[in-house]
C-alpha cells in the first residue's frame, strides 16, 4: 500500500494558514504530461540501479501505479512533486529519495530539533532569529509542526519536505516548554533562491559547494579530552576521508595513539552522521589483535565481505564507552554496533538513526519535447545495504544502547549533559553534568 503521509504534509505547506503562498497556477496539460514522463524516469533508474530487486517487498507496480494516478489527480505543481516523491518513500529507505526540478531554494528556520528517546526536541535556536524572537527556546519539547505531529519516525521526512522538496517561508510550531506550558510559535525563516539549474553541471557544482560549505561551517573533525592518564574522551564528528594509507582521515591513528596512555576511552560519536568506509576499518583496527568481520555489503548482484585488519601489534586494551544518539548514522553505528558485539564497548545514550546504507546520486532530465526547456531534477539511490555478523542490518532499527540516558528539556535548556557525566562516573571520574556540557567549547557555537 502507499504510504500516508508526504503528500499530506506537501498540502499542509501550500495551504497553510499561517504563511500562506500564493495559489499555484492552474496546471496546463504539458505541466501534468512532464509529472507522468518524471515519474516514470524515476522509476527506470531506480529499477537499473537499486541493490534490492524485490524492493523490501513492495509492489513496485501498484505503487507506481497509485503514484501515476495521483499525478493526473493532482491539481497543482507542488501537488505533482509530492505524488513523485512519495513514489520512492514507499520503500522507506533512508538513502533513496526525489529531488525536485530547481534544486536552488536554500532556507534556514533558525533552529533543529532532534529525537531524544521517541520525543523530539528544539537543541539548537539561533539567536537573532526569528524563532527566537517569538519564543521557541533550546530544550522545548516540540509536539507538532504545521499540525504535523513531530515524533522520531516523522522528524526526517518534515525535515525532508521543509527543506529539500517544498522550501516555505515560514513555519508554525507547538512546543511544550521545560516549564510544561504549552505554546503555539508562528515564525518566519530566510528563505533564499539561487539562479535556475540550466545544466546537468549546475547540479553537480551546487552539491559539491553545499557538501564544502556543510563542512566549512561543521566543528574540527576531532576534540579530545583527559583527566590524567586514567580517561581520554575523544568526540568525532564525521568519518572523513584522508591523505593516509587507503585513504583513511589519518587523524586516526595520532589520536588512538593518545588513547593507549589512557585506562578508558570514552568515544562520543553523537552527531556523527558517517562517512568513510575506509576510516571506519582504520579505527576498529586499533582495538582488535586479529582480523574481524565486519559486515557484508549486500549488493544487486553480489555479496562483498568485509574485514578489519589489524593496525598495531599492541591494540588499545583499555576499557570503551561508545557515546551514541538519534543522530549518530551509518559509519558510526556500524563502529557502535561492531564494538558492541565484539564485547569491547558498552554503548551508552540513545538509540542511534538506523541509517547506515550506501547510495550514490543520480541527475536526471526530461527532454526538450514540443518546445519546451529540459527540465532537470535528480534522485538519491541506495546501491548496497551493510548486514552486520548478527545477520542483521541496523537500517531502520538503528543500535540500541546498553545503558540509555536520555537528555530531558530541563538538562538541554541548562546545557547539562548527563550521558557524557555517566560514562566518565563509569570510568571513575565525577563531574557535574553541566561542567560535563563544557568540556567541548565548539557547543557555544551552536546556538
Known amino acids: 500500500m502507499a504510504r500516508p503521509g508526504l503528500i499530506t504534509l506537501l498540502l499542509v505547506l501550500v495551504t497553510g494558514t499561517a504563511f500562506p503562498q500564493e495559489r499555484p497556477p492552474e496546471l496546463s496539460s504539458q505541466d501534468r504530461e512532464r509529472g507522468h514522463r518524471m515519474l516514470r524516469r524515476i522509476r527506470e533508474q531506480l529499477e537499473k540501479d537499486y541493490y534490492d530487486t524485490t524492493y523490501h517487498g513492495v509492489d513496485l507496480d501498484q505503487t507506481y501505479a497509485a503514484a501515476d494516478s495521483a499525478v493526473e489527480a493532482a491539481g497543482s505543481l507542488p501537488e505533482i512533486m509530492g505524488a513523485v516523491a512519495e513514489f520512492l518513500a514507499n520503500l522507506r529507505d533512508s ?10 531554494v536554500t532556507v534556514d528556520y533558525g533552529w533543529s530539533a532532534q529525537a531524544i528517546g ?5 537543541v539548537s535556536v539561533k539567536q537573532q532569529s526569528d524563532a527566537a524572537k517569538q519564543g521557541l527556546k533550546v530544550g522545548d519539547r516540540v509536539i507538532a509542526v504545521d499540525g504535523i505531529r513531530l515524533t522520531r519516525e516523522s522528524l526526517h521526512l518534515v525535515n525532508y519536505v521543509y527543506y529539500r522538496l517544498s522550501p516555505r517561508p515560514g513555519m508554525r510550531v507547538l512546543v511544550e516548554h521545560a516549564n510544561g506550558e504549552q505554546q503555539d510559535i508562528t515564525f518566519t525563516a530566510d528563505l533564499k533562491r539561487g539562479p535556475p539549474i540550466t545544466d546537468v553541471k549546475d547540479i553537480e557544482q551546487r552539491r559539491f559547494l553545499e557538501e ?7 566543528h574540527p573533525n576531532h576534540h579530545r579530552t583527559s583527566f590524567g592518564d586514567s580517561v ?3 568526540r568525532m564528528h564525521g568519518f572523513r576521508t584522508g591523505t593516509g594509507v587507503g585513504y583513511y582521515d589519518e587523524a586516526i591513528d595520532r589520536h588512538m595513539a593518545e588513547a593507549r596512555k589512557h585506562r578508558y576511552l570514552i568515544l562520543d560519536l553523537r552527531g556523527n552522521g558517517g562517512g568513510a568506509v575506509v576510516t571506519v576499518m ?9 582480523s574481524i568481520p565486519l559486515a557484508n555489503d549486500v549488493r544487486r548482484d553480489t555479496v562483498v565481505e568485509l574485514f578489519v585488519r589489524p593496525v598495531s601489534r599492541t591494540p588499545y586494551a583499555g576499557e570503551v564507552t561508545v557515546l551514541l ?9 556500524v563502529t557502535g554496533r561492531t564494538l558492541q558485539l565484539r564485547g569491547r564497548a558498552t554503548i551508552v545514550g540513545d538509540r542511534s538513526a538506523g541509517a547506515v546504507m550506501t547510495s550514490i546520486y543520480r541527475p536526471l532530465e526530461l527532454g526538450s519535447i514540443f518546445g519546451e526547456r529540459v527540465l532537470w531534477f535528480g534522485m538519491s539511490v541506495t546501491v548496497s545495504d551493510l548486514v552486520m555478523p548478527d545477520g542483521k542490518s541496523l537500517e531502520g532499527t538503528g543500535v540500541v544502547p546498553n545503558i540509555a540516558v536520555l537528555p530531558t528539556s530541563a538538562d538541554l535548556a541548562g546545557e547539562r549533559d548527563p550521558a557524557l557525566a555517566f560514562a566518565l562516573e563509569l570510568a571513575g571520574v565525577k563531574l557535574d553534568p553541566h561542567d560535563a556540557w563544557k568540556l567541548f567549547p565548539e557547543r ?4
Open 212 to 218: 564544502q560549505r556543510r563542512r566549512q561551517s561543521g
Open 232 to 234: 581520554m574522551v575523544w
Open 325 to 333: 544518539d538519534s543522530q549518530s548514522a551509518s559509519a558510526s553505528e
Open 282 to 290: 582504520r579505527l576498529l583496527g586499533h582495538f582488535f589483535g586479529d
Open 118 to 122: 521517541d520525543a523530539c526536541y528544539a
Open 444 to 447: 557555544r557555537a551552536e546556538n
Open 95 to 104: 538513502h533513496t529519495s526525489f529531488d525536485p526540478p530547481g534544486y536552488t
